[in-house]
């Protein structure tokens, strides 16, 4: 059998074909020599050595990957001047590491699909996914004590950097462990860890009694960035004033995706590793499509993290047993004295939401838009747990809490990035951040707080278009392959 005849080979000429470039950008695959990246216009071959380099084996034409630029699309108007064009013409920041960690996974697929912005994703204005560095750019925000306040810096991280960042600044030790394939790894401070802390962000001579982190999800760092300078975002703007902002991002990894880059934010571990490769994945040995979007299994995504692998609350905990932590409405919770979706899974009681609480901090102009009612309904409830948590009401205040809102990612998909939909979500949440911040200070202990604004993906424009068919296509072409959230090819 020739290469050409091989299913991966026929997959590859059917999504690369000049007449699907509407529609298909990009598909990423791992080959027997390593992985490989295909588009229209050219493709390229690489491998990881035994050092953790990247070796490329073969280029072609304008391959995909042949842009890495860490600062193309800073600024609304430079990102608004590429976000329409291919990958490759678009920086794919931090490209080969983040292939290479996703086929990692066990339950990765033959192939992954990068789609065109020209083609309408999911039906949505907005969307993430892909390697791309519109979509994989989100904002990291820092400042307090243990924070070395430099201002907006040309600089970035990783998802995987964070938790090892936090971990640092919750003074727990380093020491011996593995990375997230098991190999052994000195002056790490959690059991797993993939990413590196970042040293210049923290003051060693300085260590916080606590760490609140307030994850925006699916933010744009452009709008946020956008939104201060309108002074719609006050809070952030204080923050940056007192503070760090990474304007190069936190870069997610592929999938830049919710649950997967949540999971690495708070694991340190990356997504092909840590058990949680993505919101949806299929399961080959049991034949079944797991769907961590899905209620019930989302209150469980802990469950599917790999063995070994350690969250902050967990890290933290073998450090200072009596540490209290807290999360609320996160995926990465496994360790939490207090967390939404661990009381949910077990019934356990959730503070009441009073109806003037619900009302607070909305924008009404949008609350006959469904994505954006049902999120500031979700938003509503994680600030008021966060002020529970800070009134002590579950305990000790605690050394660590991260708090999540979903209002900024279902608006960029609603609407798009730089939409009025978007900016009523950065007032909203910047609002409600605000009230928590209070809290703390009502506690009298902000001044020993730092505190993290972060966000686990970027958000990129689509065009208004019909969607593809992928599936009839992979039929019409004869390969027999399951298709998994419209992008992921798993062959039979």
Partial sequence: MTLADTP????????????MTRYVDTVVMRTADGFR??????????????????????????????NQALDQGIGTEAEVAVEGVSLGELATPLAYESVVQYFDAEHAPDAAVMWSPQQMFHDCVGNHGSLGGIQARAPFIA???????????????????????????????AGDGVDGRGRARSGVRLAMQDGDEITELLDPDERPD?????????????????AVDRGEAPGIASLIERGTSYRHGCISALPTATLANHTTQCTGVFPGRS??????????????????????????????????????????????PEAFTATTYEYGDRGADYSTYAQMTTNGPIPTLSDADRRLHRTEDFMGVKEFRNASIYDAHSRNEALHVWRGEFGALPRYSWFTFNL????????????????????????????????IEAAGKLDRTAVIVLADHGMQRFAIAEPFDLAGALRDAGIDAILNDDQYVYLR
């Avoid at 071959?45 to 042949?66: K, N, Q, V, W, Y």
């Avoid at 993505?278 to 797991?290: A, I, K, L, M, S």
């Fill in 210 to 226: 606590h760490v609140v982190v307030f994850l925006w999800d699916g933010l744009n760092p452009n709008a946020l960035h956008d």
């Fill in 143 to 173: 400042a307090g004590p243990g924070i070395r306040p430099r201002g907006i810096v040309p600089e970035h991280l990783r998802t995987a950097d964070v938790a090892p960042t936090i971990a640092a600044l919750l003074g727990i030790p």
């Fill in 408 to 439: 900024t990612d279902a608006c960029g998909h609603a609407g798009g990035p730089h939409s009025e939909i978007l900016h009523a979500a950065i007032r909203d949440t910047d609002a409600r951040m605000g009230d928590v911040l209070a809290e």
């Fill in 37 to 66: 990246a295909a588009s229209a216009t050219g493709a390229v071959d690489f491998c990881e050595a035994t050092d953790g380099s990247i070796e490329i084996l073969a280029e072609s034409g304008d391959h995909p990957l042949r």
């Fill in 275 to 320: 058990g949680v490769l993505h919101n949806t994945w299929y399961d080959r040995d049991r034949g079944v499509h797991v769907d961590l979007l899905d209620y019930h299994q989302m209150i469980r995504a802990r469950e599917h993290l790999a063995p070994g692998v350690e969250t902050i609350h967990e890290a933290l905990k073998r450090h200072e």
């Fill in 8 to 19: 991966i080979s026929r997959l590859e000429s059917l999504l690369t074909d000049s007449s």
